[in-house]
Each structure stands twice: as structure tokens, then as C-alpha cells.
């Protein structure tokens, strides 16, 4: 079976850790990247995060591109993303489970709810993020998809955030809290008021056993949920 995890340091014949990440751009799994980073301290070492849709994340492992594949989806909605995993004879393990929250300009009219719900965003837009060749939403956004939301933007580029959310009164979906340091004190996280659920899980390749640097970065996973982070 292909591995990736090592390569050879040119020159000197000493070996050099190659890890390699692909997940879906949520802020909670690049601040644990971040993390393990710091943690890990070996002066060899190639760490890699690729954020990329969802089927580009079950791509990147079951082509050896990446040694872990991080994904985020729906509970009740994960039939299309499993069937994915399937394609590619990808084994998928569940972590943990969050609580949807959503993102709003701070001067949106409700930046200042306890919570919110579908109802109340009806009349606003939804901004989310589309995969390559209009395919569907990410299951992240998936909570919407069943006819909640009268208005939808969809971007390919992340950048375009920030205009839509002030100037149109748009919002998005978070997983997490979305840090604010991450934000410049522009958006705020509302808790959702539905009874959603979104679960984060990893795939593999068959047999694949964890390396130090794997049960590393989902340890820290782990660690970060239970933590609220």
C-alpha cells in the first residue's frame, strides 16, 4: 500500500516527516493544524493543510495526495458523502458532533440575538461556498438545502465574504465560534435555534494504520471540541 509519510532529506540520506491534511475551510480544524505545528517541533518536517470541497478532501486520500481527510456534514444528511467514501473504498470514522452556528455582520439587525432561526434569516441571503463546476453546496451548508432559504449567493472564492455579509446583510454558516481574532471583529457567531447537528469525521485508506502525527492532530481535534474552541 502507498505510504507518504517519509521522505528522504536530499544530500544527507536523513529522513524527513512529510504530513499532509486535506479538510474542508472551517476555522476550528486550521486552528488545530496551527496547534500541531507548534507541538510538534521537529526541525524536518513538511506539514501540509490542503482546504479544499468535500469531494476533493475524499480525492486527496484516496489518491494518496493526502494522509488524512477531514469532513464536516449533517447528521441525517451524510448518504451522498458516504457514498463518496464508498467510491474511492475509503473507510470513514466519526469524532464528535457540533452545534451549527451562523455568521453575521456586527451590525446586522440580528447580531444581537441569543439565537437564531430559519425563519428569522428568511429574508436575508445566504452566502455559501459552491464546488467546482456548480456541483452542490458543502454538506456544511446542507442544513439549508431543503427549501429554508429564499436567497442564496454562492462563491468560489472566500475573499468575496466580507462585501456580501456587510453590504448585503448576508450570513453564513459556522461549525464553531469562528474566533473573532480570525475576523477583525467584523462578523459575530449566533448559536442556531434548530435541532441540527453537524458531525466531524476523518477518512482513510483501508487498513491504514495512525500514525504518531495522526492520532497528534486528532487528539487535538478531540481535545479542541470538548473544549468548545
Not at 16 to 30: D, E, I, K, N
Not at 74 to 85: I, M, P, S, T, Y
Not at 179 to 199: K, W
Amino acid at each position: 500500500m502507498p505510504r507518504i509519510k517519509y521522505e528522504t532529506a536530499a544530500g544527507d540520506g536523513l529522513e524527513q516527516t512529510r504530513f499532509c491534511v486535506s479538510a474542508q475551510p472551517c476555522p476550528f480544524l486550521a486552528n488545530a493544524f496551527a496547534e500541531l505545528v507548534l507541538r510538534f517541533g521537529r526541525e524536518r518536517c513538511e506539514l501540509l493543510l490542503n482546504e479544499a470541497q468535500t469531494r476533493q478532501v475524499v480525492e486527496d486520500v484516496g489518491n494518496y495526495v493526502s494522509d488524512l481527510g477531514v469532513l464536516c456534514f449533517r447528521r441525517g444528511g451524510e448518504c451522498g458523502l458516504r457514498e463518496c467514501v464508498r467510491q474511492y473504498g475509503l473507510e470513514f470514522h466519526q469524532l464528535f458532533t457540533l452545534a451549527p452556528r451562523i455568521l453575521l455582520w456586527r451590525e446586522h439587525p440580528l447580531a444581537g440575538c441569543e439565537s437564531v432561526t430559519f425563519q428569522a434569516l428568511r429574508p436575508y441571503p445566504m452566502v455559501c461556498f459552491g464546488e467546482e463546476g456548480g456541483r452542490s453546496p458543502d454538506p456544511v451548508e446542507e442544513l439549508f438545502a431543503c427549501g429554508a432559504v429564499d436567497k442564496r449567493i454562492t462563491l468560489g472564492d472566500r475573499a468575496a465574504l466580507l462585501p456580501l455579509m456587510s453590504g448585503l446583510g448576508g450570513y453564513a454558516l459556522s461549525t464553531d465560534g469562528f474566533p473573532q481574532s480570525l475576523l477583525d471583529d467584523s462578523l459575530v457567531s449566533v448559536p442556531l435555534a434548530e435541532e441540527e447537528t453537524m458531525c466531524v469525521g476523518y477518512v482513510l485508506n483501508p487498513g491504514q494504520e495512525l500514525s504518531r502525527l495522526e492520532e497528534l492532530f486528532i487528539g487535538i481535534l478531540m481535545r479542541r471540541s470538548a473544549a468548545g474552541d
